[in-house]
Structures are given as structure tokens and as C-alpha cells.
């Protein structure tokens, strides 16, 4: 039973699904804020070659996974400056940073000797148990059968949506992505909330690319992780901004990843080429669908999502 | 009255504070003592709320010192003025839309702790809201509320966070006569708590009516001492105001009436939600005069507009302009064929916030030359015209290549009016032209709207103040419930007579 298809089939999708669960969630974090980050995929990239680099270095995943996170805040900050301190166009910034991160991580991939790229992983996340509830019939694969990650991702999913809806610091967030003027009025630091967010968003970025490095390839290749951080983009507006959507979303998209293989499965010949752009024209169509015409605003975009706040300025 | 203590809850000094070269505030003193209504006049841009802002924490003054009850203040974020005993509630409101009552009297308030439960804050708002009689729904998002329960949501805000000091920058801009008289109520009473209320208006009647003493502003500065409410008159304020005695223009009787211009037959207009706002409005506007339009907000008023403007299809009924139906055409086309448009809300619907003064004045104009040629623009031709309108319309505060929004509220509606005025046109629809504008644009704009008149333009004048439609309109009719309920001449209305058609009693005709 745990071998069907359908089985095997979501248990890949939870697993090609994480690392756009963490971006996901990161980006909701920071769009709540009202900024605007196209970096996803340049963060998620720098995120994955720091995760590969200090595992390589040290042979310790854990190691990795905090240098992930360490290097995805860090050139996270750039957007910070330039779209909150600076004000310039978040658009331009966010794509700015993509390109630089992809470039980045391309050189580090490139630079040590001996280099990243090519060079197998020293070690890898595996799940946590083997054996017993995890050979149970259905639940034993989906529930028990992951590897820590996949745990910490539902933990950071539960935690965001409770963050989000049920303190004060998660009201605030909400007000300054809303209505920065009014939030700044009633005593909210704008500034603070949108630097501390898009620095969140950064770190999960980059353990969600730390996913592909060490747990999904794992090595390092130049572009690693396809385009990930263009789908964890998609996905906010998919999810409408709320983390427990953007887990399931992840998940489906994680299944359209793998339809290539569960088709194979099935013994159903089709192009694989073209089976790969599922997850992207999927993106595609649920974006228009879901962005046209008036429809963003009532799924719950920020009000104030992309557009600088100047507290003086009319 | 109360015992007043005599140290001051605010004493600012010398403070300057300047917006893109100009400044809004110049060397300006203020005093607000413990348990006083302080009046704060002055004409639109006079730099009222840029004084308030200051000191709420919101803007940073350039120059000059705040001591608040003795103790020197330098606020850098409202936050810091709250912990200080200051809240504001500020012109336009700064309230989130998209949270609820509950959700907005918490927000940012640091007494807060880190978790909460909606129904503990919601009992909070509705215990709060009691206590001051201003009753409020805490789980109603604020779109869903008037504004004149916005406004009471801000004002409860502040009591809860106890402020100590509270200013209401124009708080009576956007309530009823019932709605401001109640509010004055709250504030006497906030005032006989011992707490100071800094109350920003310019109209004189109110200031009288509520407050202690009266600081008045101009162009940035302040205007001699402030003096005590009762010890001086509205035209001494007035004057004190605008620097010179005035008197608002009203009009004589026309003497060109000429042919009907425009003709409104049966029609019939939906609401925003599909209701039927306009039930069958029959009347004729003819060139030469001004026919006043009388009503209490939310009868009708909106749409009739928006149906003559073009803006909004009604459902039955015609529109005639001399004699052609123009019933199905476009705005544009009714631009073209001389309907000229003031709407109420000036930065939405009448002016690019985001474009010049120059450009915004041409912006009705720039398809033909000479504002334009063939696909291109002429800039000199924008820059005259408006130099010219600038001048002759005394827009005040334009600054060259800079957009619009930044100008105050009256000088946008003059702006707004010197554009809608320059068209060649035969039929004027102006709603509520005035509304919110001090004596000095008041006036103005008057006088416009009877310049039009006597032109030979056909004006439809929609308002809700008495005193505007009295004064300026030959013909009155009273619209109530989508329905034309009486019409008076110039010579028959008066206010008393209004106001109970305005209520929906139907006189009994002989
Ligand atoms: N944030 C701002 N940016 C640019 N100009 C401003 C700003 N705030 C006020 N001003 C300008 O300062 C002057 C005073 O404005 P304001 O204080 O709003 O006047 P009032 O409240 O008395 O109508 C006006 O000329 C206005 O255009
Ligand atoms: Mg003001």
C-alpha cells in the first residue's frame, strides 16, 4: 500500500514542495510588510551554495543549514537598504538582487579549490526514523517518514500563520503592509518592520535553498534549484498571503514537479521536456486567474505591497 | 469652569518648519494650558496641521523648542509623543482600512501584551466606547463604517491610550450638524477631565461655540497673542483670518435668463450597489442661472451627478443638451459639447495628483492646439495658460515641476475650478464646490460660480450646506430619496422651509 503510486507520489511532492514551503513563507513575511522582493531566487541560490559550502567544509549538515540562513538574511539586507532606506523601485532592486545572487553563487560554486561544483556532498539530511510508525499504512510514509526539515517547515508554517493572526507584532506587520501612515501614526516603527521582514524572508529563502544542495541533488551545480524562487513568488499570491495555503500550494507544485515521474510510473509516454514546464504554466494560470482585474485586492495583497514609505512626503 | 492649573501642558517656541523651500510653519508659539479648549484658525495651507504633526511626532521641526507640562520634548516618531500623553487624530484619518475596530484601537499600543484574544479586545473597545458615550461596533472592519464612525473609533483610540494632551485637526470637516454638535459634548468633557484639546477649524461658529482661546495662524505664521474665545467677535477672527475684513459674495438677481441649456427627463440612476438612487428626477436647467440642489447626503445627489457628467449610465430617462439628446454619449463627448464637471472629491476624480499644477490645468484641454499639435504636447502653452490661471485664480503654494497633491485642499479646489471655468462651456454641474475650503477660497469660488452664471452658463449647483445654495441660487429644488420633493424660488426658500423638505415632509400644495 505505502508503495502506490499515489503514495510515492505525494510523499515526493512533500519533498520537492519544501524548499518552496520556506521560501514561500518568507516571502509572505515580507510582502506582509508591504516590500516587495523579487530576490527569491538570487537569496534561495546564495542560501543553497552557503548551505553546500560550509557542509563541504565541515561535514556537518546543521553547519549548513545556519550558514544558509546566515548568507540568505545577510544579502537580504541589500533589498533592505535600497527599498526601505533608499526608496528606490522594489522591483528594480529585487531583480537587481537575483541577478547578483545567481552571479554569486556561480563564482563561489567556482572559486575554492577544489570547487564546489562537481564535488559530492559530504553529508545529507535523511529521515529522522526508519522502521516502526513509519512503515505504518499510509500515515507511517506522509506523517513520520521525513527528514528534520520537513518538520521544521510545518513548524515555521504554523508559526508564521500564528505570528501572523494572533500577536501583536503580527497585527503591526499587517497594519504597515496595509497602511504604513496610519500604522506610524498609531505608534508602529515602519522602518523596523519592513528591515526585520524582509531579513526573515531572506533567512528562509536560504534554507529553502539549502534544501536543494543538501537534501534534494545533493551537490552543487550552477542553478541549482531551476527556478524555484520564481514559483515561491507565484505561490504567495496562489496562497493569498497566508502561510497554511502557501504549504498546501507548495505541495501541489511539488506534485507537478514529479508528474514526469509518476507518469513514467504508470507507464504513460509524454515528452519530459514539456512536463517539465507544468509547475511554471501552472504558475502562469494561477497568477492571471487569480491577479485579474480586482481579485488581488480581495485575496488579501497588502494594501501598501511595493510602495515606499516616506513619513513626511504627501 | 473648572480650576485651570497654571502650568502649561504644551509650550512651543519658535518652531519653523518648511516643505520644499516653503514654509509651512514660521517662527511659531503656542501655548495650550491644562483643561482648555485651544482653538487653532486659520485659512486652508495656513499650516494648521503641519503644527499639529509637529507636535504629535509626525513631522520634525526645522527650528524651534517644545516643552510638554514643563518638560523639554523631542519627538522622533508619534510613538514617542504618545508615551508623552499626545494623541492626535489627524484630518485624514489614520486608521486601517482592512482591520477592525478592535484591531485598530490595539494597534501599537504598547500596553499590549505580546498574545491576544480577539474577544478580550473587543470587550475592551465596546467597554471604552461606553464610558465616553461614543458607541462603536468592534468587530466592524473600518471600510464598513461612516466617517462619522471613523472618527469616533480615532478619538476613542486616543482615551484609551489616556492621552493627556488631544488634538483634532478639522474633526468637524466630515460630520453632520447632529454628528459635530455631539462631538463638541465629548470634547467639553475631555476638557473638564483636565485634559488640554487643541481643536483645529476654521469655522468661526464652532470655534465660538466650543472653545477657551483662540490662536490664529497665516501663511504659516502666527497672528498676534492668542486671545480668549469670548473677549473677541467672528469678524475680529475673520479678520484676524485673512488678514481683512470679508464678506462672502452672494448673489444678485439674473437678469439674462435665457433658453433651457440643460433638460433632464424621468431619469433614473443605480447606486454603487445596484440599488436605484436617482427614482425619476424631472428638471430644466437654463442658461443664465444657478439652480441649487438641496438635500441631505446619500439622496441621490452622487449619482444625478455622475449621470449628467457621463460618468455613470442611468437606467431610464434622457439628458438633453439644447434640445440633442445626449443621453448615451461618453465623457469625453460631453466635454467636447460644453458640460463642465467639479466633482466633490478633488484628488480622485478632478486632478492628477501625481502631475503638475501646469499640466493638471490643461488636462481638459490638451487634445486641441494650442495646447497641443498633432501627437505632441506644447509645454509653453502649458506653462502660460497656467502661469495665467495661477494668477488670476490665486492658487497659492504651486511649486514649478512639482505635483499637485502638494498644495492644500483649497487651493486644489481653486485649481480644479479655474480648469472646469476656462472651458467653453454652457452647462456647469459643481457639487459641494466649497466644502471644506476656508472664508478667503469660499469666496472665490463664489464668485466664480456667479461670474459662470452671468456669462450666460447654465449652473447646477448640488450642495449640502443651506447657507451656500441660499446665497447663490436663483432656483432651489429639494431632492429627497432619488425624488424631487419641492422647488422653491430664490424669494420663497428659507432655511426653515428647506430643512423640512430636506427631512421628507411634503408640503401640502394649494
Ligand atoms: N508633507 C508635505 N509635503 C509638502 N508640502 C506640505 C506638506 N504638508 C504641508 N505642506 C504645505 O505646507 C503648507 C501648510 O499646509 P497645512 O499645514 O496642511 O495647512 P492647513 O492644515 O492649515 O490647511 C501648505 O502650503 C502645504 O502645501
Ligand atoms: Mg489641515
Redesign the interface.
Same mark, same amino acid.
Given at each position: 500500500m505505502n508503495d502506490s503510486v499515489l503514495i510515492l507520489t505525494i510523499f515526493a511532492a512533500i519533498g520537492l514542495g519544501t524548499p518552496l514551503v520556506f521560501a514561500t513563507v518568507g516571502e509572505i513575511l515580507t510582502e506582509r510588510s508591504g516590500v516587495l522582493n523579487l530576490g527569491v531566487q538570487g537569496m534561495m541560490l546564495v542560501g543553497a551554495v552557503a548551505g553546500f559550502w560550509a557542509t563541504f567544509k565541515t561535514g556537518n549538515v546543521f553547519l549548513g543549514v545556519i550558514a544558509a540562513i546566515v548568507a540568505g538574511a545577510a544579502i537580504s539586507l541589500i533589498h533592505g537598504f535600497s527599498s526601505v532606506t533608499l526608496r528606490v523601485s522594489q522591483i528594480v532592486s529585487g531583480l537587481a538582487l537575483t541577478i547578483f545572487g545567481t552571479g554569486l553563487s556561480e563564482f563561489i560554486g567556482r572559486a575554492g579549490t577544489p570547487a564546489l561544483v562537481g564535488s559530492p556532498s559530504r553529508a545529507t539530511f535523511s529521515p529522522i526514523l526508519e522502521g516502526g510508525i513509519a512503515d505504518w499504512p499510509i500515515v507511517g510514509p506522509l506523517i513520520f517518514g521525513h527528514d528534520v526539515l520537513v518538520y521544521l517547515s510545518w513548524l515555521v508554517v504554523a508559526g508564521a500563520s500564528y505570528y501572523l493572526f494572533?500577536?501583536?507584532?503580527g497585527?503591526?506587520l499587517?497594519?504597515v503592509g496595509?497602511?504604513p501612515?496610519? /500604522?506610524? /501614526?498609531?505608534?508602529?516603527?515602519v522602518t523596523r518592520y519592513r528591515y526585520a521582514h524582509v531579513v526573515l524572508g531572506g533567512a528562509l529563502s536560504g534554507l529553502g535553498g539549502a534544501y536543494f544542495s543538501l537534501v534534494l541533488v545533493p551537490s552543487w551545480q550552477d542553478d541549482l534549484i531551476g527556478g524555484a524562487g520564481w514559483i515561491a513568488i507565484a505561490l504567495v499570491i496562489v496562497a493569498s498571503w497566508r502561510p497554511w495555503r502557501a504549504l498546501f500550494a507548495a505541495y501541489l507544485f511539488g506534485a507537478a514537479g514529479r508528474v514526469n515521474f509518476t507518469l513514467q510510473t504508470l507507464e504513460i509516454s509524454a515528452p519530459s521536456n514539456l512536463l517539465a514546464m507544468i509547475p511554471f504554466v501552472l504558475a502562469i494560470v494561477a497568477m492571471l486567474v487569480l491577479t485579474s482585474g480586482k481579485r488581488a485586492r480581495l485575496l488579501g495583497a497588502p494594501?501598501a505591497l511595493g510602495v515606499p514609505y516616506a513619513?513626511?512626503q504627501? | 469652569m473648572t480650576l485651570r492649573s497654571e502650568s502649561p501642558a504644551l509650550d512651543l517656541r519658535g518652531i519653523s518648519k518648511a516643505?520644499y523651500g516653503v514654509k509651512a510653519n514660521d517662527d511659531v508659539d503656542f501655548e495650550l494650558r491644562q483643561g482648555e479648549v485651544h482653538a487653532l484658525l486659520g485659512e486652508n495651507g495656513a499650516g494648521k496641521s503641519t503644527l499639529c504633526s509637529i507636535i504629535?511626532g509626525?513631522?520634525r521641526p526645522d527650528t524651534g523648542t517644545m516643552h510638554v507640562y514643563g518638560e523639554p520634548a523631542h519627538f522622533r516618531?508619534?510613538?514617542d509623543a504618545?508615551a508623552a500623553g499626545i494623541g492626535?487624530v489627524?484630518q485624514h484619518?489614520?486608521?486601517?482600512?482592512?482591520?477592525t475596530v478592535a484591531?485598530?484601537m490595539?494597534?501599537?499600543?504598547?500596553d499590549?501584551?505580546?498574545?491576544?484574544?480577539d474577544v478580550d479586545i473587543e470587550r475592551q473597545t465596546h467597554e471604552i466606547g461606553n464610558r465616553y458615550g461614543l458607541p462603536v461596533d468592534p468587530q466592524a472592519r473600518i471600510w464598513q463604517l461612516s466617517v462619522g464612525e471613523q472618527q469616533r473609533v480615532e478619538i476613542l483610540?486616543q482615551l484609551q491610550r489616556n492621552a493627556r494632551i488631544l488634538i483634532l485637526d478639522e474633526p468637524t470637516a466630515v460630520l453632520t450638524p447632529q454628528e459635530s454638535d455631539q462631538l463638541f459634548r465629548t470634547v467639553r468633557q475631555m476638557a473638564d477631565e483636565g485634559r488640554a484639546v487643541i481643536l483645529v477649524s476654521h469655522k468661526l461658529h464652532e470655534i465660538k461655540q466650543v472653545s477657551d482661546r483662540v490662536t490664529v495662524l497665516r501663511h504659516g505664521r502666527r497672528v498676534g497673542e492668542p486671545v480668549a474665545t469670548a473677549d473677541a467677535t467672528p469678524r475680529e477672527l475673520a479678520a484676524m483670518m485673512v488678514g481683512h475684513d470679508l464678506v462672502l459674495p452672494t448673489r444678485d438677481p439674473n437678469e439674462h435668463l435665457g433658453d433651457v441649456v440643460l433638460s433632464i427627463q424621468d431619469l433614473r440612476v443605480r447606486n454603487d450597489r445596484g440599488l436605484e438612487a436617482v427614482r425619476g428626477v424631472s428638471l430644466d436647467v437654463r442658461r443664465g442661472e444657478i439652480v441649487g440642489i438641496a438635500g441631505v447626503a446619500g439622496n441621490g445627489q452622487r449619482e444625478l451627478a455622475y449621470a449628467i457628467a457621463g460618468l455613470r449610465r442611468p437606467v431610464a430617462g434622457t439628458i438633453a443638451l439644447d434640445g440633442v439628446d445626449i443621453t448615451g454619449t461618453s465623457v469625453t463627448s460631453r466635454i467636447a459639447r460644453g458640460i463642465g464637471y467639479v466633482p466633490q472629491n478633488r484628488l480622485g476624480m478632478g486632478l492628477a495628483p501625481g502631475l503638475t499644477t501646469e499640466e493638471n490645468l490643461g488636462l481638459k484641454a490638451y487634445r486641441k492646439p494650442p495646447f497641443s499639435r498633432g501627437p505632441f504636447l506644447v509645454p509653453k502653452t502649458f506653462k502660460d495658460v497656467g502661469a495665467q490661471l495661477i494668477d488670476e485664480y490665486d492658487i497659492r503654494g504651486v511649486r514649478p515641476g512639482l505635483p499637485i497633491?502638494?498644495l492644500s485642499g483649497g487651493n486644489l479646489q481653486k485649481a480644479l475650478i479655474a480648469r472646469e471655468v476656462t472651458q467653453q462651456h454652457s452647462v456647469l454641474v459643481a457639487r459641494s464646490p466649497t466644502r471644506g475650503l476656508d472664508v478667503g477660497a469660499t469666496g472665490a469660488v463664489r464668485n466664480l460660480l456667479l461670474r459662470e452664471r452671468d456669462g450666460g452658463v447654465g449652473v447646477l449647483l448640488i450642495s449640502e450646506d443651506l447657507d451656500e445654495l441660499l446665497a447663490l441660487s436663483d432656483r432651489l429644488l429639494v431632492l429627497f430619496e432619488g425624488r424631487i420633493v419641492g422647488e422653491l424660488t430664490s424669494d420663497e426658500a428659507d432655511p426653515a422651509r428647506l430643512g423640512l423638505l430636506m427631512a421628507g415632509h411634503v408640503e401640502e400644495t394649494a
Open positions: 494572533h500577536t501583536k507584532l497585527l503591526s499587517r497594519a496595509e497602511d501612515a496610519s /500604522a506610524d /501614526a498609531a505608534g508602529v516603527n494594501a513619513r513626511e504627501r | 516643505f504629535a509626525l513631522y516618531s508619534p510613538k504618545f492626535m489627524y484619518f489614520r486608521l486601517v482600512n482592512n482591520l484591531e485598530n490595539v494597534l501599537g499600543n504598547a499590549l501584551r505580546m498574545r491576544y484574544s483610540k497633491r502638494l
